[in-house]
């Protein structure tokens, strides 16, 4: 079975732009959350989702935003891009969302912005 | 809040030689913990998971780790350490209500031949 997925694997934009990144979670799998991890630090929480609605909402400003899909796959986006969004952003899935589920994390996508 | 603590941000270890990992956690409750590795350029594969219960628990490619309630730790070993171990390695807890991780910031294993 496949992983989680995500696309594209990298990116570079400029500042002010916008960004949108793309996630599908494993087969079944119905929660998905996005993470940033900023070179050198461990992953910080963006968004979670589970059955298309917002569950949990990490320390982000409201240019990054994100929904799920009625296929539980999920977008990442981000507006008016700064220079400190450069990271790789991952998603992870997990069956559902609930005491020590597994989430399960895909490559990543290494956004550059210049 | 929670969080977690990796004290260690660089280990080297020779070939063969034993690893152990520090991880200390913050948290009110019997934590969820987990131990992930993160190789260049790729995303984080679970190694192994502590929920309640026994508190030595094992995992892929050869790893252990124990829970320590006294110490709020919850350290990483391995026996014998592959080249192919190197990596970086995160110890992350779940935050209970949200059911986020907090991740600590890593400890990077280099693996001398």
């Known amino acids: 079975d496949a992983g989680v997925t995500q696309s594209p694997t990298h990116l570079i934009k400029t500042r002010g732009q916008h960004v949108t990144l793309r996630c599908s979670p494993i087969?079944?799998?119905?929660?998905v959350s996005w993470y940033q991890q900023v070179l050198g630090q461990g992953p910080q929480f963006i968004f979670q989702?589970?059955?298309?609605?917002?569950?949990g909402r990490g320390n982000f400003p409201d240019r990054f935003s994100a929904r799920q899909f009625p296929n539980y796959s999920s977008e990442l986006n981000v507006n008016a891009l700064l220079l400190g969004d450069s990271a790789l952003y991952l998603c992870?899935?997990?069956?559902?969302?609930?005491?020590?589920?597994?989430?399960?994390f895909g490559d990543g996508t290494r956004l550059s912005i210049l | 809040a929670q969080s977690v603590t990796q004290p260690d941000i660089h280990i080297t270890v020779s070939e063969g030689a034993s690893l152990e990992l520090r991880c200390n956690y913050s948290?009110?409750?019997?934590?969820?913990l987990f131990w992930y590795v993160q190789s260049p350029g790729q995303g984080l594969q679970l190694l192994l998971k502590?929920?309640?219960?026994?508190?030595l628990v094992q995992g892929i490619k050869g790893f252990e780790a124990e829970f320590k309630r006294s110490q709020s730790s919850f350290n990483l070993r391995k026996p014998s350490v592959h080249w192919s171990d190197a990596a970086e390695y995160f110890c992350?807890?779940?935050?209970?209500?949200?059911?986020?991780?907090?991740f600590g910031t890593g400890t990077r294993l280099k693996v001398l031949a």
């Open positions: 992870a899935s997990s069956f559902y969302r609930g005491e020590g589920q597994p989430q399960h």
């Open positions: 087969s079944g799998h119905k929660s």
């Open positions: 989702y589970y059955e298309k609605e917002e569950r």
């Open positions: 948290y009110g409750a019997t934590p969820y």
């Open positions: 502590y929920f309640s219960g026994d508190t």
């Open positions: 992350a807890v779940e935050d209970s209500g949200t059911y986020k991780y907090i």
